[in-house]
C-alpha cells in the first residue's frame, strides 16, 4: 500500500512538473493563451491586441506613472510591439536591431545588432523600420528562440538567452528592390515571413522555414509570374488569367507583397495573408485590358503545412490606388443575423471595414468606416465595390480622392474588445490628386508606380495654406460597432499620424498620437482619462504585462512610417527624434515631467544669394518629388527624422553635388543618384532646396481660430478654382 502511494505522489509530482514546463514552453497552446504575457505581435493568434489584465482601470488609471524608459541607439521610426516572456522583453528597433531587457527595471542584456548595409535605405517604401519580432520554443528540451527579418531581407533565429545568431537566412532575391519591415509568425515549428517592395516593382509572396534549421518549407505568389511559362501553384493559374499583356511581369513583378498582416486560426488549421497593392499602381500601366488582377489586394487563406491555396476574398479588384490589404486582419466570434459566425475583419487602406466568414471567405458586411470617394459602396450580391467617377483618375485626367495611398487605416494596429464588442480603429483622413503616367519603365532602387508622384505629393500645395489642409485632413480614434457596421463613438485628432491601440478588461483603450502624447480613453464612451506626453512620435503598438502582481503597460515611441515621414504633425516637425521603450505601472516614480526643449528650429539663412530662375526652381522642385520626399519628407519639409533640408549649413550646401550624385553620405543611407541623375539635375534639386530655405522666414504659424477663419474666408473658394470636382468629392462622402 505504501508502495503504491509513493507511486501515485511521484505521478502526480511529475505531472505537477510537467503542467509547469508547459505552461513556460513558448507553443501553439501558450501562444493561443498568453495569460500575463505577450507572446505573439498581436498578443496571441486572434491578433485582437486585447488584453483580460485589469489591475489598471479606469477607476484607477490617473494613478499612472512611467516606471522606467529605455533609450535606444536608433533614431528612426519606432513601429514595434514588444513581446514579453519569463520577466524579460524581446523588442526590435530600426535598422534591424533587437533587444532584450529586463522587464521590471528596464536593464538590457544583450542587444544584436543585423548591420544592415545603410545603403539598403533606397530600397525601401518608408523608412528602417521594422514591426517585432516574433518566439518560439516547441517543447522543454529545446531552447527559446527569437527571430526576426531584416530590412535587407534576412530572417535570423536568436538564441533568447545569449542573443546570438543560431542561423540566418536570406528570404529575397539579392541586390533587388525587396525589403522586409513586418513581424513574422510561427505556426507550429514554421517561421513565416512576407516582405515589401510594391512601390519599387516586386513581386509578392510569403516563405515558411523550419524553425530549427531554417530550411525551406514551402512559398507562396501572390501573383502570376511569367506568363508565357509554368505558374508555382495551381492558385497562379487561375490568377494568371485575371492579368492582361506581360506588363507586370515586365515592370518588376506585379506587387501583391506580404508585407504586414499574417494571422492563424488554430482550430482550422488556416493561415489568412493580406496582399498588398499592385506595381505599378497604376492598372491600365500594369494590366492593359483589364482584369481584377489576383491576388492583389486580397485576404488569401492558405494550409500553413503545405501552403496550399484554400479560399481568397479580394477587398479592391483592379486596385488603382495604393489600397493594399495589408493592414491587420483579426479573428473573432461575433453575432451576425442572429447567429454566432467565425469570422476575420480588417479595415484596409480603402475606408471599408469588412466582415468575413473566415471558415469560406463568404463576404458577410463592408460598411465605410473613414472618408472614401473611390466608391459608393460594396455590392453585396457580387462583393465587389461600385467604383464612382471620381475613382478613374486615368480618364478624368486626374483626380482627387480619398483615401490617399497612406490609406484611411495602414499598418498602425487596431484592437477589438470581446468585452464590448466594438473594434478600435486608428483612422487616417487624408486626400490625394491622382494623376497618372503615360509610360513607366522598371528601374532598381527607385519607385515604379505609373503615377505622377510630384504633382500628387502634397496635399499642402494644392490647397490654399495650412488652414485648408486641417479642414481636408484628420485622424481620430473610431470604435467601431462590427455587428451593426457603424461608429459606435469617435475622438477627433487634428492630425492624422494616429498610433496603433490597446484595449483591455479594464475598460481602457490606450492610443499613442504623432505629436507625442499616449493616452488613455474610457472604452465604452471615448471619454478622455489619462495623458503622458512624450518627446517624440509615439505610433507603434501598445501592450501590456503582468509581473509579480503589477500590470504594466509599455509602447515605443520614435518618429516614422509614411505619415509622419512625408506629412507627420506639425508640433513635433522640429524635435529631435528620440528612439525609447516607455513603461508605465501604477505608482509615483518621479519621472513624468516638463519636457526639455530640444528644438532643431534654428533657421540658417543662405549666406549667398539665390540664382536661379523660376524654370530651375520648378524643375527641381520636381526631381525633388520625383527622387527625394519619400525620405526628407513632402515640399521639403521633414519630420526631424532625416535632415530637414531647409536647414542645411554652409559647408552641406558646399558639399550638395557630392552627397547627392557621389553618394559621399552613402555609409548614412543617402545613396548617390549618378547613375540615374546629372550636375545639372542636382543644381536644380538644389535651387529648389534654396528657395525653400529662403521661404522659412515668411512661414507664421497661425492659432486653429485662425486657420478656421482664413480657410472659410479664402480656402474654401481657392480650393475650389484650383480644383473643380474637389468639393462635388467632398459632398459625396459618406461614412
Request: proline share 5%.
Amino acid at each position: 500500500m505504501a508502495s503504491r502511494l509513493i507511486q501515485i505522489a511521484t505521478a502526480l509530482l511529475l505531472s505537477a512538473c510537467f503542467v509547469q514546463a508547459q505552461a513556460t514552453v513558448v507553443n501553439e497552446q501558450s501562444i493561443s493563451n498568453p495569460d500575463n504575457e505577450w507572446l505573439s505581435y498581436g498578443r496571441n493568434y486572434k491578433e485582437q491586441r486585447f488584453s483580460p489584465l485589469d489591475s489598471v482601470n479606469r477607476d484607477n488609471v490617473d494613478g499612472l506613472d512611467l516606471a522606467w524608459s529605455f533609450k535606444f541607439s536608433t533614431a528612426r521610426g519606432m513601429e514595434a510591439t514588444p513581446l514579453v516572456h519569463k520577466g524579460v522583453i524581446y523588442i526590435s528597433t530600426g535598422w534591424s536591431h533587437v533587444h532584450a531587457l529586463d522587464a521590471r527595471t528596464g536593464e538590457q542584456l544583450w542587444h544584436f545588432d543585423a548591420k544592415v548595409p545603410r545603403d539598403h535605405l533606397i530600397k525601401t517604401c518608408c523608412g528602417a523600420v521594422n514591426r517585432g519580432v516574433a518566439m518560439w520554443q516547441g517543447d522543454a528540451e529545446t531552447g527559446l528562440q527569437i527571430f526576426f527579418g531584416t530590412l535587407d531581407g534576412r530572417l535570423v533565429a536568436l538564441d533568447a538567452k545569449t542573443g546570438e545568431a543560431n542561423w540566418v537566412v536570406q528570404t529575397t532575391p539579392d541586390n533587388s528592390n525587396y525589403s522586409v519591415t513586418g513581424a513574422p509568425r510561427v505556426v507550429d515549428g514554421k517561421i513565416i515571413i512576407g516582405n515589401g517592395g510594391g512601390e519599387l516593382g516586386v513581386r509578392g509572396y510569403i516563405t515558411a522555414y523550419d524553425t530549427t534549421t531554417g530550411g525551406e518549407l514551402w512559398r507562396f505568389y501572390t501573383v502570376p509570374g511569367d506568363p508565357s511559362k509554368p505558374q508555382e501553384h495551381p492558385a497562379l493559374d487561375a490568377a494568371v488569367k485575371t492579368w492582361g499583356g506581360d506588363e507586370w511581369h515586365r515592370l518588376g513583378g506585379g506587387g501583391g507583397t506580404v508585407w504586414d498582416s499574417l494571422v492563424y486560426d488554430p482550430e482550422l488549421d488556416l493561415l489568412y495573408i493580406g496582399t498588398g497593392n499592385g506595381s505599378p499602381w497604376n492598372r491600365e500601366l500594369r494590366s492593359p485590358g483589364g482584369g481584377d488582377n489576383l491576388y492583389l489586394s486580397s485576404i488569401v487563406a492558405l494550409r500553413p503545412d503545405t501552403g496550399a491555396y484554400v479560399w481568397h476574398y479580394q477587398v479592391t479588384p483592379k486596385d488603382n490606388w495604393d489600397y493594399t490589404a495589408t493592414q491587420q486582419l483579426t479573428l473573432a466570434e461575433i453575432e451576425v443575423d442572429g447567429e454566432e459566425r467565425k469570422v476575420i475583419m480588417q479595415a484596409p487602406k480603402n475606408g471599408f471595414f469588412y466582415v468575413l466568414d473566415r471558415v469560406t471567405g463568404e463576404l458577410l458586411s463592408a460598411e465605410k468606416f473613414a472618408r472614401a470617394t473611390w466608391a459608393s459602396h460594396i455590392d453585396m450580391e457580387t462583393g465587389r465595390p461600385v467604383e464612382t467617377e471620381y475613382a478613374d483618375y486615368q480618364a478624368n485626367g486626374g483626380s482627387y480622392i480619398w483615401p490617399s495611398p497612406y490609406g484611411a487605416h495602414n499598418w498602425q494596429p487596431m484592437s477589438f474588445s470581446p468585452k464590448t464588442g466594438l473594434m478600435y480603429i486608428p483612422v487616417q483622413n487624408i486626400p490625394h490628386y491622382f494623376s497618372a503616367q503615360k509610360s513607366v519603365e522598371y528601374k532598381v532602387n527607385r519607385w515604379n508606380t505609373g503615377v505622377d508622384l510630384n504633382e500628387s505629393r502634397d496635399p499642402l500645395s494644392w490647397v490654399a495654406g495650412q488652414a485648408s489642409a486641417d479642414a481636408l485632413i484628420s485622424g481620430e480614434l473610431l470604435a467601431w460597432d462590427p455587428v451593426n457596421q457603424k461608429p459606435a463613438w469617435k475622438v477627433p485628432h487634428a492630425s492624422p499620424a494616429n498610433g496603433g491601440i490597446l484595449s483591455t478588461a479594464g475598460d481602457l483603450v490606450f492610443q499613442g498620437m504623432g505629436n507625442g502624447t499616449f493616452a488613455a480613453y474610457d472604452a465604452d464612451n471615448g471619454d478622455a482619462l489619462w495623458q503622458y506626453q512624450s518627446d517624440s512620435a509615439v505610433l507603434a503598438g501598445p501592450m501590456t504585462y503582468e509581473l509579480d502582481g503589477e500590470q504594466y503597460v509599455a509602447v515605443a515611441q520614435g518618429s516614422g512610417g509614411t505619415v509622419m515621414l512625408t506629412i507627420g504633425d506639425n508640433l513635433m516637425r522640429k524635435k529631435v527624434n528620440q528612439n525609447k521603450l516607455l513603461v508605465f505601472k501604477l505608482g509615483d516614480f518621479g519621472l513624468t515631467r516638463a519636457l526639455a526643449d530640444e528644438s532643431l528650429a534654428t533657421i540658417l539663412p543662405l549666406s549667398e544669394e539665390l540664382n536661379a530662375t523660376p524654370e530651375q526652381i520648378k524643375k527641381g522642385e520636381e526631381l525633388y518629388g520625383h527622387n527625394c520626399g519619400t525620405c526628407h519628407g513632402i515640399s521639403a519639409k521633414s519630420n526631424y527624422i532625416v535632415p530637414d533640408l531647409r536647414y542645411m549649413s554652409d559647408q552641406t550646401h558646399l558639399d550638395f553635388v557630392g552627397i547627392v550624385l557621389g553618394g559621399s553620405r552613402s555609409h548614412k543611407g543617402m545613396v548617390g543618384f549618378y547613375e540615374t541623375h546629372t550636375v545639372e539635375d542636382v543644381e536644380n534639386i538644389h535651387s529648389y532646396l534654396k528657395h525653400q530655405q529662403q521661404r522659412l522666414p515668411e512661414m507664421v504659424e497661425m492659432t486653429f481660430a485662425q486657420k478656421i477663419e482664413y480657410w472659410v474666408t479664402y480656402g474654401l473658394a481657392k480650393v475650389g478654382e484650383q480644383f473643380p470636382g474637389l468639393l462635388n468629392a467632398t459632398r459625396d462622402m459618406s461614412y
